[in-house]
């Protein structure tokens, strides 16, 4: 099975850039696709970004488009979810996914593996 470790949700305000990490640890494989999701009270889980292995290639949510950027680190098997210009509306908690294989994919019933969750709160 693959873990997977969050960090980097904290407080901050409107404007303001904040950096996610993921770490994938356990039976790890050169195909685990790697994402995020995000998640508030009575809302479903929705698709932020993802990123494969190889290649790098990556998706992204329409609301977060030309906000976040979603990078890895394929020697530490960590993925950066760089955040920038935050809105109040993206206030949620948000979650490392991961997947067996190296296509990218927004549906987040196609990934096998979550993290516990991080809580990122933008005031305003």
């Known amino acids: 099975q693959v873990q997977l470790v969050e960090s980097g949700g904290t407080l901050v305000q409107a404007g303001d850039s904040l950096r996610l990490s993921c770490a994938a640890s356990?039976?790890?494989?050169?195909?685990?696709?790697m994402g995020w999701f995000r998640q508030g009270p009575g809302k479903e889980r929705e698709f932020v970004a993802t990123i494969s292995r190889i290649g790098g290639r990556t998706l992204y949510a329409d609301s977060v488009m030309g906000r976040f950027t979603l990078s890895r680190d394929n020697a530490k098997n960590t993925v950066y979810l760089q955040m920038s210009m935050l809105k109040p509306e993206d206030t949620d908690v948000y979650y490392c996914?991961?997947?067996?294989?190296?296509?990218?994919?927004?549906?987040?019933?196609?990934?096998?593996?979550w993290g516990q969750g991080t809580q990122v709160t933008v005031s305003s």
């Open positions: 356990g039976h790890t494989s050169s195909s685990l696709t």
């Open positions: 996914a991961a997947r067996s294989g190296n296509n990218p994919y927004r549906e987040s019933n196609t990934y096998d593996y």
